[in-house]
């Protein structure tokens, strides 16, 4: 008969934690501040909000840190004097070269200095002509 008394004394205990009363909402209140949840009750706008500030901040995701790109300058140095010793073989930049010295060769300017190019020469014609 004493086990049983115990049995329902651990369920006295826990009774008014689920329910509507002013205790059971302080004590759900205290142990969701415990927990790091939402105290009160809200709406789901609300929670929406609470979740994006809540979220880890963009700059320390490992993907999206600086860090995680590689190094586009150096890799660029790099491959640059690969190709210049000839141990790396790009088409595209072959190609490049081919049409850049065709267009030389048909007297057309490649990459002309910025404020000399064809725009540059056509605005220096007007002004000569005023």
Do not use: W
Request: a positive charge.
């Amino acid at each position: 008969m004493g086990t049983r008394l115990m049995a329902s004394r651990i369920s006295h205990a826990t009774r008014g934690l689920g329910l509507p009363t002013p205790y059971g909402k302080r004590i759900e209140r205290l142990s969701n501040r415990i927990f790091g949840e939402i105290t009160t009750p809200t709406d789901v706008k609300s929670l929406k909000v609470i979740r994006v500030m809540s979220a880890e901040p963009l700059e320390q995701k490992d993907q999206l840190k600086p860090e995680y790109y590689p190094n586009l300058p150096m890799f660029h140095y790099l491959t640059k004097m690969l190709r210049f010793h000839g141990l790396f073989f790009d088409d595209h930049v072959v190609y490049r070269q081919v049409q850049d010295e065709l267009k030389v060769l048909r007297g057309k300017v490649v990459r002309p200095p910025i404020g000399q190019g064809k725009r540059a020469l056509l605005r220096n014609a007007k002004a000569g002509k005023k």
